[in-house]
């Protein structure tokens, strides 16, 4: 037996290994958390063991959660979607619970040895009708599909899928008592859910805003942080005390906060806890799986696993395509769901609570659980290929789209090609326009397109990372391809494309900052635009002709910034506040080093230490409150501060060598 103290280090040094082993896989964190509770847990290594302290930091994790669900909450996203949500949504919620109970009563008639009860049947038909929202949300927004008519269809059932828990929560231990009583039950649960919750937001309505902007008033992160917790905990407080899940009072308490002006920095705060709780939480779901049955029974997991993804899958598809989808969008709706979910496991450990499932069945539906999850990215990623193949319509709704693209562009020449016809793309067309520049557009939202086009707008649904694509819009043709969209990974993409098509055309892209500003020239770009650099030469260029600076003189300045590809802008002194993320990449920055009597570099000559070979330079050089001129044959001297430009190891070199 562990101590607290012992089972929560155990678990946070496994986590972090976790982690890190399937971040390098290129696979979500959620599934390393998911592997490490299998070997660790007391059907495998037996490393930890199943302890109220683990169920514990489990039901930490499902309550933040539940607020952060309620944070995103919305009665307006809601209003905007209610057809896909409150039609294809209900849809296939309610249609994989009947399936589900379905098969698993039939499952039991034909095997009277398998012990399982229509409220067992039910609670799994629940937990199978969930679909991951960090694994989906996360692939599609790399593939850059969340605005796709797909995409939209997905993100409309994972909303409904987050609601239709709530009442799932209170229903499933409801389903324990005796069946005489259990329509009492469910009546009181549900009466006394609606009272509370009724309660919440009637009062929490009024008092959370008020309260927020109390505690805000105070300017104390510390403070606005303990009332945070003090918010969340105490909610689910309140609806345990009634009867009902922590989970529902943690819940609501996200959605009285969304409602307030605090929602995003609320999000912020909250996340480290949520992600960190939650991990653990997947932890205790891992240390729930017996390999050794799994292996013992593996062809009926196997089973199960191909039932649920291709039953799942399917259903998805006939309400997809019920609800007007054509064929192919259907097939990447249900591809992209036929997994579990988060909400799968809060719910199984509802139902093992409760002793509604026998273990042995509890164990094969885990099992094919968390397979389904560890293949979810294989079949979002093999998806165009599998939908090519099984909708025969597809490549002719493709082509139609390529060849109304390719006659549009067919007669145009020497034009500019635009991918992403976001803010910054329909600001560039107006200019172009403006000097009666040709250009063309692609961009892969279908609600924006429909609405340019009907402007007269020259634009067509295509992704730019397609070779089909861009022929289509005249790469060999156009005189230049402006990419406004602020993802790396795709402007690479893109860039090989052109490199392939046509090497001589000039590409200018836009990026955020100036972390990838090698990478992309390396690449191919003609120019690259830091979002970050722009704007802080815009806002310096304001503030000197305020100052009185005469106008050409700031122009010239502004103009030697950009010839010289914002050399002496780039870089700057990170604080506290400053993410590491952005340091990991690469990202420039200066950083000032103090050189002490007992440092190696004093009394040698700068250019002896050979900084450049570390890829850093010396931008500066301060002695006794006085600046000189970093020279090769400066000697430095004790007290002396050398201020270093480059990326974050760099630097760290450089600074070896100095000290």
């Known amino acids: 037996m562990h101590s607290g103290l012992e089972l929560t280090l155990l678990l946070l040094g496994c986590a972090v290994l976790g982690v890190v082993a399937f971040r390098t896989l290129q696979l979500?964190?959620?599934?390393?958390?998911?592997?490490?509770?299998?070997?660790?847990?007391?059907?495998?290594?037996?490393?930890?063991?199943?302890?109220?302290?683990?169920h514990a930091l489990g039901e930490f994790g499902i309550v933040f959660l539940m607020f952060s669900i309620g944070l995103e909450f919305s009665l307006g996203q809601l209003r905007s979607m209610r057809r896909i949500v409150f039609g294809l949504g209900l849809g296939q919620v309610v249609s994989t619970v009947v399936a589900a109970m379905s098969i698993g009563l039939l499952a039991a008639y034909l095997m009277p040895h398998l012990t399982l009860a229509w409220q067992a049947a039910f609670a799994l038909g629940g937990a199978l009708a969930m679909s991951s929202t960090a694994i989906v949300v996360k692939l599609l927004t790399e593939r850059l599909e969340l605005e796709s008519e797909h995409g939209r269809r997905i993100i409309g059932i994972l909303l409904f899928q987050d609601l239709a828990v709530v009442p799932l929560l209170i229903m499933i231990p409801a389903l324990a008592r005796d069946p005489e009583d259990m329509a009492i039950t469910v009546g009181l649960a549900a009466l006394k859910a609606g009272l509370v919750l009724a309660l919440l937001l009637f009062f929490g309505q009024k008092l959370m805003g008020r309260w927020f902007t109390i505690v805000a008033k105070r300017r104390s992160q510390e403070l606005f942080m303990l009332n945070l917790l003090l918010v969340t905990l105490g909610s689910a407080w309140i609806t345990e005390q009634a009867g009902l899940s922590l989970a529902l009072g943690a819940f609501v308490a996200g959605m009285l906060i969304s409602e307030t002006p605090y929602k995003h920095q609320v999000e912020e705060d909250i996340k480290p806890f949520r992600d960190v709780l939650l991990g653990l939480f997947f932890i205790t779901i891992g240390m729930l799986?017996?390999?050794?049955?799994?292996?013992?029974?593996?062809?009926?997991?196997?089973?199960?696993?191909?039932?649920?993804?291709?039953?799942?899958?399917?259903?998805?598809?006939?309400?997809?395509?019920?609800?007007?989808?054509?064929?192919?969008?259907?097939?990447?709706?249900?591809?992209?769901?036929?997994?579990?979910?988060?909400?799968?496991?809060?719910?199984?450990?509802?139902?093992?609570?409760?002793?509604?499932?026998?273990?042995?069945?509890?164990?094969?539906?885990?099992?094919?659980?968390?397979?389904?999850?560890?293949?979810?990215?294989?079949?979002?990623?093999?998806?165009?290929?599998?939908?090519?193949?099984?909708?025969?319509?597809?490549?002719?709704?493709?082509?139609?789209?390529?060849?109304?693209?390719?006659?549009?562009?067919?007669?145009?020449?020497?034009?500019?090609?635009?991918?992403?016809?976001g803010r910054s793309g329909q600001s560039l067309a107006t200019l172009l326009k403006e000097e009666a520049l040709p250009w063309y557009a692609l961009d892969l939202d279908p609600e924006r397109v429909q609405k340019a086009q009907a402007a007269g707008a020259s634009v067509s649904y295509g992704d730019a990372a397609r070779r089909e694509s861009l022929i289509a819009a005249g790469v060999h043709r156009a005189s230049a391809l402006v990419i406004t969209f602020a993802d790396t990974r795709?402007?690479?993409?893109?860039?090989?494309?052109?490199?392939?098509?046509?090497?001589?055309?000039?590409?200018?892209?836009?990026?955020?900052?100036?972390?990838?500003?090698?990478?992309?020239?390396?690449?191919?770009?003609?120019?690259?635009?830091?979002?970050?650099?722009?704007?802080?030469?815009?806002?310096?260029?304001?503030?000197?002709?305020?100052?009185?600076?005469?106008?050409?003189?700031?122009?010239?300045?502004?103009?030697?910034?950009?010839?010289?590809?914002?050399?002496?802008?780039?870089?700057?002194?990170?604080?506290?506040?400053?993410?590491?993320?952005?340091?990991?990449?690469?990202?420039?920055?200066?950083?000032?080093?103090?050189?002490?009597?007992?440092?190696?570099?004093?009394?040698?000559?700068?250019?002896?230490?050979?900084?450049?070979?570390?890829?850093?330079?010396?931008?500066?050089?301060?002695?006794?409150?006085?600046?000189?001129?970093?020279?090769?044959?400066?000697?430095?001297?004790?007290?002396?501060?050398?201020?270093?430009?480059?990326?974050?190891?760099?630097?760290?070199?450089?600074?070896?060598?100095?000290?």
């Open 289 to 421: 799986l017996d390999l050794r049955l799994v292996s013992q029974y593996w062809w009926q997991v196997t089973l199960l696993l191909a039932l649920v993804v291709l039953l799942k899958a399917g259903l998805i598809v006939l309400m997809a395509r019920a609800f007007g989808a054509p064929l192919g969008t259907a097939l990447r709706t249900g591809l992209a769901l036929a997994q579990a979910g988060e909400f799968s496991f809060v719910l199984l450990s509802h139902a093992s609570g409760s002793k509604l499932i026998d273990p042995f069945v509890m164990q094969l539906v885990l099992a094919s659980m968390v397979l389904s999850m560890l293949l979810a990215p294989f079949i979002i990623g093999y998806m165009d290929r599998i939908v090519m193949k099984v909708a025969a319509n597809e490549w002719m709704m493709q082509s139609l789209q390529l060849t109304q693209l390719a006659t549009r562009t067919m007669t145009t020449q020497k034009h500019v090609i635009i991918a992403g016809f």
């Open 490 to 659: 795709q402007a690479l993409k893109v860039l090989h494309l052109v490199h392939e098509l046509a090497p001589a055309l000039p590409v200018i892209v836009r990026s955020h900052d100036d972390g990838d500003m090698d990478v992309l020239k390396a690449a191919g770009a003609t120019e690259v635009v830091p979002e970050a650099l722009e704007s802080s030469l815009m806002l310096a260029s304001h503030a000197l002709v305020t100052l009185g600076v005469p106008l050409r003189r700031v122009v010239h300045r502004v103009q030697t910034a950009r010839k010289g590809r914002y050399a002496t802008l780039r870089g700057y002194f990170h604080g506290a506040d400053d993410s590491g993320a952005d340091l990991e990449q690469g990202q420039v920055k200066l950083h000032s080093v103090r050189l002490h009597a007992q440092a190696g570099a004093v009394g040698m000559a700068l250019g002896t230490l050979r900084l450049a070979d570390v890829a850093v330079e010396v931008t500066a050089l301060r002695r006794g409150g006085q600046n000189i001129a970093p020279g090769p044959a400066v000697l430095l001297a004790a007290g002396d501060v050398v201020v270093l430009r480059g990326d974050s190891e760099a630097v760290s070199r450089a600074e070896e060598r100095l000290l």
């Open 28 to 54: 979500p964190p959620m599934l390393g958390y998911l592997a490490v509770g299998v070997l660790i847990g007391p059907h495998a290594l037996a490393l930890a063991e199943d302890s109220p302290t683990t």
